[in-house]
Every structure is written in C-alpha cells, then in structure tokens.
C-alpha cells in the first residue's frame, strides 16, 4: 500500500514563498501522478495542482501563475512550489497518489 508524507507548511507572510513536499513509499511503480489538494477551514477540499506519469502538468485556475509542481522520479517525491502566496491559500494541503492521501500540512498566509 502506497504511504504518502506531505511536509514543507508553515506561516509565510502574503507575498512569499514556501515549497512542499511529497514523499512516497510502499508503492511498486517508478513514476506515479500527484495531485495535490487543500481544504480551508469551512470549505471542502479543493484539488489545486496535478502531474501525469507523463509529466503532463494542470493547475487551477486560483492558483495558475504561482503555484509549480514538479516531480523527483529517482526519489519518489513531488513538490509544490508556491510564490506570491495570499492569505487565501491558507489551508491544509494534502498529496493523492492512486487514492491515497497523506496526513496534510499546514499552510498559513498572513502578516
């Protein structure tokens, strides 16, 4: 069974930058799609950014412009980079991979 670790979160001011990570283990492939999601306090989890086993990548449209995800195939690892980060994007984000999710990281935005 696929074992995904989310780390990277913490408090960042509006304007800056923090970068997540996503690790896997357990799994038997070589190259695996991410997703990543958030969920905001009252709101439903949202899916913010994906990367295809073919490197094919898709953001959504709040975050198209800032937010990178990239992947590390040697280390079974995807990340999130986020640039000009808003209070907006507080959350707690969570990678998927095959269905399963991680336990999530804390992102806060704010001055």
């Known amino acids: 069974q696929v074992h995904l670790v989310e780390s990277g979160g913490g408090l960042v001011q509006p304007g800056g930058s923090l970068r997540l990570s996503c690790s896997v283990s357990g799994g038997t492939d070589s190259f695996y799609a991410f997703d990543w999601y958030r969920q905001a306090p009252g709101n439903q989890r949202e899916w913010v950014a994906g990367?295809?086993?073919?490197?094919?990548?898709n953001y959504a449209d709040s975050v198209k412009g800032r937010f990178t995800i990239f992947r590390d195939n040697a280390k079974n690892t995807a990340y999130l980079r986020m640039g000009n980060l808003k209070p907006e994007d507080t959350a707690v984000y969570y990678c998927?991979?095959?269905?399963?999710w991680g336990q999530g990281t804390q992102v806060t935005v704010s001055s």
């Open positions: 990367i295809s086993r073919g490197g094919d990548r």
């Open positions: 998927s991979v095959e269905a399963n």
